[in-house]
């Protein structure tokens, strides 16, 4: 079973449908027993920071979050979420990734917005992806570069695009919005 | 890099996808779920639907079509047509559409623009306008095209954009239908003074069209809908095109 976590961002409807249409079993939920039983855990995210951490903290997921022993992908602001800290809203975060969000300098667009590519891809979430695939991103903030980055993108200055850390992956891009190369990745991270 | 977006709109009918010359003359282009998936599959970057008939009780009809393109779809979908508050901004993003797209209620209250996006966020607002060349100047046009206004695009363009648009669809009606290519005139004055994307329509007929628009323009998007549905222009032979032309695009 793969639990989608139910919290106040949007999106997780896109989610769901591209993890059924990979042929697994989902549930929809904010429940901690089912989340810590699950096989794998996804935190979707569109949103802000500040009120999604405070609704986290309100209905304590972030102990359960931090407890999880089975993988988890946050996906854009869920990855944002399990790094240290983050600019929107001066929000702290779930810690799980040693990176700080930031706000992208006002240099180009923001929010980042369209199909961007992936360098320097690490690890078995990219199995099967080539670098520079392209995949679709929507986000004015970024996480800077560091050890756990597995895979980066340059938009206005080089950023990361995921990242691994024991048993919590992240993508700062939709895996279920960038068609194919999208699929392939959620099938690699819910085989591991 | 960032890539440039080729976006197949499709009008929708009472369930059917519909397109016209000038916002008239309708006719039939196929199954709206159908014609999706085929695009999505040959590397549409994007989608955007636009219901054209959307009135109170058409509205069902819309969110279940939107719930049926989410499970099928996995790229980015922009859903517009009658929309006049943030509950039926809600109805269509529980379906499952990423963004909505507001014109003509936006104009007469640019309220509702700041109002989808402090609940939604920008990224979900595009903010369509269509407009029309009087012989001087481009005016925005309202309902779908029949209603002129003294107002200009460009004026309007800057306001929906510091109002929290997140993105602005730029539609020339001289241009619509007609295979002539872009206005580039407008689409480029416009895209240099907003600071949000813009996504030029209106006016596509063949490649060197899409090529002009993302080299005279800032436009980040360019879409189409007849070269599309009659097959007059397939999106790998444009993408592919674009691409040998050096332009940033997605294959």
Same mark, same amino acid.
């Given at each position: 079973?793969?639990?989608?976590?139910?919290?106040?961002?949007?999106?997780?409807?896109?989610?769901?449908?591209?993890?059924?249409?990979? +042929?697994?079993?989902?549930?929809?939920?904010?429940?901690?027993?089912?989340?810590?039983?699950?096989?794998?855990?996804?935190?979707?995210?569109?949103?802000?920071?500040?009120?999604?951490?405070?609704?986290?903290?309100?209905?304590?997921?972030?102990?359960?979050?931090?407890?999880?022993?089975?993988?988890?992908? +946050?996906?854009?602001?869920?990855?944002?979420?399990?790094?240290?800290?983050?600019?929107? +809203?001066?929000?702290?975060? *779930?810690?799980?990734?040693?990176?700080?969000?930031? %706000?992208?300098? @006002?240099?180009?667009?923001?929010?980042?917005?369209?199909?961007?590519?992936?360098?320097?891809? %690490?690890?078995?979430?990219?199995?099967?992806?080539?670098?520079?695939?392209?995949?679709?991103?929507?986000?004015?903030?970024?996480?800077?570069? +560091?050890?756990?980055?597995?895979?980066?993108?340059?938009?206005? *200055?080089?950023?990361?695009?995921?990242?691994?850390?024991?048993?919590?992956?992240?993508?700062?891009?939709? @895996?279920?919005?960038?068609?194919?190369?999208?699929?392939?990745? *959620?099938?690699?991270?819910?085989? *591991? | 890099?960032?890539?440039?977006?080729?976006? /197949?709109?499709?009008? #929708?009918?009472?369930?059917?996808?519909?397109?016209?010359?000038?916002?008239?003359?309708?006719?039939?282009?196929?199954?709206?779920?159908?014609?999706?998936?085929?695009?999505?599959?040959?590397?549409?970057? =994007?989608?955007?639907? &636009?219901?054209? $008939?959307?009135?109170?009780?058409?509205?069902?009809?819309?969110?279940?079509?939107?719930?049926?393109?989410?499970?099928?779809?996995?790229?980015?979908? $922009?859903?517009?047509?009658?929309?006049?508050?943030?509950?039926?901004?809600?109805?269509?993003?529980?379906?499952?559409?990423?963004? #909505?797209?507001?014109?003509?209620?936006?104009?007469?209250?640019?309220?509702?623009?700041?109002?989808?996006?402090? #609940?939604?966020?920008?990224?979900?607002?595009?903010?369509?306008?269509?407009?029309?060349?009087?012989?001087?100047?481009?005016?925005?046009?309202?309902?779908?095209?029949?209603? /002129?206004?003294?107002?200009?695009? =460009? =004026?309007?363009?800057?306001?929906?954009?510091?109002?929290?648009?997140?993105?602005?669809?730029?539609?020339?009606?001289?241009?619509?239908?007609?295979?002539?290519?872009?206005?580039?005139?407008?689409?480029?004055?416009?895209?240099?003074?907003?600071?949000?994307?813009?996504?030029?329509?209106?006016?596509?007929?063949? /490649?060197?069209?899409?090529?002009?628009?993302?080299?005279?323009?800032?436009?980040?998007?360019?879409?189409?809908?007849?070269?599309?549905?009659?097959?007059?222009?397939?999106?790998? &032979?444009?993408?592919?095109?674009?691409?040998?032309?050096?332009?940033? #695009?997605?294959?």
């Amino acid at each position: 079973m793969i639990a989608i976590l139910k919290y106040n961002a949007g999106n997780i409807f896109s989610v769901n449908h591209a993890v059924l249409a990979l +042929g697994h079993k989902t549930v929809v939920t904010d429940n901690p027993d089912v989340l810590l039983k699950a096989d794998k855990v996804i935190l979707p995210g569109v949103g802000e920071a500040s009120s999604a951490m405070k609704y986290l903290n309100e209905h304590s997921l972030d102990v359960v979050i931090r407890s999880l022993t089975q993988p988890v992908l +946050g996906i854009c602001l869920g990855m944002q979420l399990l790094c240290t800290a983050s600019e929107e +809203g001066n929000t702290f975060c *779930l810690g799980k990734f040693d990176h700080k969000v930031k %706000k992208f300098p @006002p240099k180009d667009l923001v929010p980042h917005t369209g199909w961007n590519s992936v360098h320097n891809l %690490k690890g078995e979430l990219f199995r099967n992806i080539n670098p520079g695939s392209d995949f679709y991103f929507v986000h004015g903030f970024y996480a800077e570069s +560091g050890i756990q980055t597995i895979a980066e993108t340059e938009y206005i *200055l080089p950023f990361t695009s995921a990242m691994q850390q024991d048993n919590f992956f992240g993508t700062q891009f939709h @895996p279920e919005k960038s068609g194919k190369n999208g699929l392939f990745l *959620l099938k690699n991270f819910l085989s *591991l | 890099m960032l890539k440039k977006r080729i976006i /197949p709109c499709l009008d #929708i009918r009472d369930g059917r996808t519909v397109k016209g010359i000038h916002f008239e003359n309708i006719q039939d282009a196929g199954d709206p779920v159908e014609l999706a998936e085929r695009y999505m599959s040959e590397g549409a970057d =994007e989608l955007i639907f &636009l219901d054209i $008939t959307a009135t109170v009780e058409k509205r069902k009809t819309l969110i279940q079509l939107v719930s049926q393109i989410a499970s099928v779809v996995q790229i980015p979908f $922009t859903v517009g047509g009658g929309i006049q508050q943030t509950d039926d901004v809600r109805s269509l993003i529980d379906a499952g559409a990423d963004k #909505i797209s507001i014109n003509s209620a936006a104009f007469l209250k640019p309220k509702l623009i700041s109002d989808i996006a402090a #609940i939604f966020g920008s990224q979900c607002v595009v903010v369509a306008i269509d407009t029309f060349f009087n012989g001087e100047d481009w005016y925005v046009c309202l309902n779908g095209g029949r209603t /002129p206004t003294d107002v200009k695009a =460009e =004026e309007w363009a800057k306001m929906a954009s510091s109002s929290g648009a997140g993105e602005i669809l730029l539609t020339s009606m001289n241009k619509d239908g007609t295979k002539s290519g872009f206005a580039l005139d407008i689409t480029s004055r416009i895209a240099d003074v907003v600071s949000v994307p813009v996504i030029a329509s209106g006016g596509a007929g063949n /490649p060197e069209h899409f090529f002009e628009v993302f080299t005279k323009t800032k436009a980040t998007g360019a879409l189409a809908a007849s070269v599309f549905h009659f097959g007059e222009l397939t999106i790998p &032979l444009l993408k592919q095109y674009l691409s040998d032309q050096k332009i940033s #695009i997605r294959l």
